[in-house]
């Protein structure tokens, strides 16, 4: 058959038909899935138009606004959550890598900035213990009466609780640092000047104020460094060396040289003047090198708008501080640690004196032996405490400080009791460190200033109340009720560790 043969089967039609039988199309769908939890990923169209180096998920200029055929318009952080439930605000620190002592550069000059300043604070607190006698000899006062100059100090910490963190908040870390040097210089000037003795008791309440802003901001700042047991180990072993001097040159500036006590505090003034301008200047930036750069400023603005009513106020934080069961531990372990060492401290002389039978001007060197072991210990066993295990560790130097103490108390040697106080000093050094590393663990790091202040605050007045009652007890029975006062407050110290929550893994 030819080819025309084949033409009679075949029916050819004009093109104005093809329209009529292209390929169909494929129905569009009724229902489109969207997956909210699921990044957008661009198309090709889209690459074209798309910034890099800009996030996908951040806010645009006009979130409302309708957009050209083929752009996408990057969603805005309330877009993605849009179809659900909200999720938990979540702070900025959570995604901040953890600095070090040299990353950011600066924070080389903070970490000495932060142990200058505990420096003076141990020049501050060790030396009432040598002029304990000399006060009550110049104002003709008993133990009962000097022993007020611990309690209005030990209010001053307390009420450093309740502002801390709003200071900080609204200021910043270095004008909080710049107040608290600015008040402790308030209660130096009249005491510089020898008034008489009510005003001495006002003046600690000063000190204590600026002490504890300068105690918060440390254990804050150096808790979250890397290797922060390390780093609290130097910050409290730089307070040990300022409570090594500080009973040497005490002693020293009134047995020897023949000063009036108060001249002593010409001394801590200058540190503070001098830590006033140091601190401010090396935390001046502080908040800008935080690390919380991760979203940009219109992300932040927006987020803080969004999230700001739902944040809690300052004294909100401080009573949520006030309800945990490890603050409250916290705050009752430090109050006892601080309870005995500053009744070691400021009663040892009087008792080797009283009891022992002392030359004043040879056993007020005995409490800078006691200082000089804190300062050993903090040096040197805060970094074993770390590879063995703070909470382990804790329990071994507290049961040796309280062996140690009891020999003091009933060996009638003075040489031998000097010694044995260094050995206690020796041993409390890493306990300070270890409990902020622990407690720091145990508290999110948004509640840190708060929660860390309320410990080292209402903890700290242990080192009032404490000695205070030392002093009304010696003066009815005798200074040997120190050592019964210093064991019973160890055990009370392990009693609170035992019962500490058992140490979370940080996840934010």
Request: charged residues 10%; neutral net charge; contains cysteine.
């Amino acid at each position: 058959m030819t080819s025309h043969a084949f033409g009679a089967f075949i029916e050819i039609e004009s093109s104005t038909n093809n329209a009529e039988h292209s390929i169909p199309i494929a129905p569009q769908k009724a229902l489109p899935r969207v997956y909210h939890s699921m990044p957008h990923t661009p198309d090709g169209l889209e690459l074209d138009n798309l910034h890099w180096g800009k996030k996908l998920n951040g806010p645009s200029h006009e979130s409302g606004a309708s957009t050209p055929t083929g752009y996408q318009t990057p969603r805005v952080p309330n877009d993605l959550e849009m179809s659900r439930a909200p999720s938990p605000i979540q702070e900025e620190e959570g995604v901040e890598a953890m600095q070090s002592f040299a990353n950011p550069p600066m924070n080389r000059f903070r970490m000495l900035s932060v142990c200058l300043l505990n420096f003076g604070n141990g020049l501050n607190d060790s030396a009432p213990g040598a002029l304990i006698p000399y006060l009550e000899r110049y104002y003709n006062i008993g133990y009962a009466t000097v022993s007020l100059i611990f309690v209005t100090n030990a209010i001053g910490f307390i009420l450093a609780a309740f502002f801390v963190d709003a200071l900080r908040a609204r200021v910043g870390r270095a004008k909080t640092l710049m107040t608290a040097q600015s008040l402790m210089t308030c209660g130096y000037i009249p005491i510089i000047c020898t008034p008489p003795f009510p005003v001495v008791i006002v003046s600690f309440f000063f000190l204590g104020l600026g002490m504890a802003v300068n105690l918060a901001m440390g254990n804050v700042f150096a808790a979250n460094l890397h290797n922060g047991t390390k780093m609290l180990g130097w910050m409290h072993g730089s307070y040990g060396v300022g409570g090594t001097i500080g009973p040497l040159i005490a002693t020293a500036m009134v047995a020897t040289g023949g000063y009036t006590w108060s001249r002593y505090y010409i001394l801590t003034m200058s540190a503070c003047l001098f830590n006033l301008f140091f601190a401010g200047w090396s935390f001046w930036h502080y908040e800008a090198e935080s690390g919380q750069t991760l979203l940009n400023p219109i992300e932040l603005t927006a987020s803080r708008t969004q999230n700001s009513p739902k944040q809690p106020g300052q004294f909100a934080s401080m009573l949520k501080a006030f309800k945990s069961r490890t603050v409250i531990l916290g705050a009752l372990f430090i109050f006892c640690y601080q309870g005995a060492e500053v009744s070691i401290s400021g009663w040892v002389i009087s008792f080797l004196i009283t009891t022992r039978n002392g030359n004043p001007e040879s056993v007020g060197y005995v409490t800078a032996g006691f200082w000089a072991g804190i300062t050993l210990g903090r040096f040197l066993l805060s970094h074993p405490a770390h590879k063995i295990g703070e909470k382990i560790f804790v329990y071994g130097v507290v049961v040796g400080a309280a062996v140690f103490e009891l020999l003091v108390w009933h060996v009638p040697n003075i040489i031998g009791d000097a010694v044995a106080i260094s050995i206690v000093g020796l041993l409390l050094g890493p306990v300070y460190p270890c409990a902020t590393v622990i407690f720091s663990r145990a508290i999110g790091r948004k509640e840190q200033v708060s929660s860390l202040s309320v410990i080292s605050a209402f903890g700290s007045s242990g080192g009032a109340v404490a000695p205070f009652t030392t002093g009304i007890l010696a003066q009815v029975a005798g200074t040997f009720v120190l050592h019964p006062i210093a064991i019973g407050l160890f055990g009370v110290m392990l009693v609170c560790w035992y019962a500490l929550p058992n140490v979370r893994k940080r996840t934010e």
